[in-house]
């Protein structure tokens, strides 16, 4: 679990809270940093097969930093309590998402 609050048992903040933790953008946030990736369009899966050629290269760590620098709270999609809503910010502030 992600943090917690002060005053309140480690599962006070809940699972979901926890959960929702994990998010890092959507789309439209992400127009700036996607602008210039390829669209697979074609049949022959040339796009997968150079991810393929990817896949041990350990570079997941720079790619959610880049993705991060894009990073904004999205507060019209988590809705919630006013309470609920803070501890998501805060568990969102412990790693990373400011």
């Not at 929702?20 to 049949?43: C, E, F, P, V």
């Amino acid at each position: 679990m992600v943090g917690g609050n002060p005053g309140q048992g480690p599962n006070e903040r809940g699972v979901a809270v926890d959960l929702l933790a994990t998010y890092a953008g959507r789309a439209a946030d992400l127009q700036d940093w996607m602008k210039d990736s390829q669209i697979n369009t074609d049949r022959n899966l040339r796009l997968q097969y150079l991810a393929g050629m990817w896949l041990n290269s350990y570079i997941g760590t720079e790619i959610l930093n880049g993705i991060l620098q894009h990073y904004r709270f999205p507060d019209q999609i988590f809705v919630g309590s006013e309470m609920r809503v803070q501890w998501l910010k805060q568990a969102l502030a412990e790693i990373g998402r400011r």
